[in-house]
């Protein structure tokens, strides 16, 4: 069982941030540190949607023994917020199997996140407005996984490629009311022959750092912009 927790670097002091039965994972800040944005999930429901998924038709005994209803009660993986300072966390999402890796624009107006309806269907990336001291309804937007962004408010995301956790590192710019069309990163060590993902770009959009499967292993890769706008190798 997962859990987050928070540690008060002055005093040592350490809480839970709670959400209740199940596990939360992917934190990620909000600019002002304020807020903090996670998934929050219960284990048996999507165990439950990937065994029924991945055998269609399929019910089998182990799901004939559990409770119909108990089932169709539990929320998937969904996006959840907390301030720091205490209180209740609040549900951004809901009725999904997955959503996860959060993260909160640079300018703190915005959460984009991933999610996918059932376990064996692609993934989609996510965006809820900042509300108030809550947040909006979140609205698709396009297919793609692992979002980052940048003060401008230009995203950074990974493409899926035949159904696997890794594809081409794309960007797209934002024009305050919508995104434009995907442009692949350009760079001597980006995109490479070998499975780049998992991007983070800095909000200054001047260091992007990604994992990769290029020779001699899978690690950690940082590319950093030069002034004439490419990317170092």
Not at 129 to 140: A, M
Not at 182 to 193: A, F, H, K, S
Request: proline share 7%; hydrophobic share 30%; net charge negative.
């Amino acid at each position: 069982r997962a859990r987050i927790y928070l540690q008060d670097v002055a005093t040592g002091t350490v809480r839970q941030l709670g959400t209740g039965p199940g596990f939360s994972m992917f934190p990620a800040w909000s600019p002002d540190s304020k807020t903090l944005v996670y998934s929050h999930g219960h284990l048996p429901k999507t165990a439950f949607q990937t065994v029924a998924s991945a055998q269609p038709g399929w019910t089998g005994s182990h799901l004939n023994k559990i409770d119909k209803s108990l089932k169709e009660s539990l929320n998937g993986i969904n996006i959840w917020a907390v301030s720091v300072a205490g209180g209740t966390p609040q549900q951004l999402t809901g009725g999904m199997h997955c959503e996860y890796t959060p993260e909160v624009t640079p300018d703190g107006k915005a959460v984009v996140f991933c999610g996918r309806p059932q376990i064996r269907m692609p993934r989609d990336l996510y965006r809820a407005e900042r509300v108030g001291d809550g947040w909006g309804e979140p609205v698709k937007l396009f297919s793609g996984m692992y979002a980052t962004s940048t003060l401008d408010g230009s995203l950074y995301y990974t493409i899926e490629s035949e159904g696997n956790d890794y594809g081409a590192i794309v960007k797209r710019t934002w024009s305050g009311s919508e995104y434009g069309e995907p442009v692949v990163v350009p760079g001597e060590g980006i995109n490479t022959d070998a499975p780049d993902a998992h991007p983070w770009i800095s909000p200054e959009e001047d260091l992007l750092v990604f994992d990769s499967y290029r020779d001699p292993g899978m690690g950690i890769y940082a590319s950093f912009r030069r002034a004439d706008g490419s990317w170092s190798k």
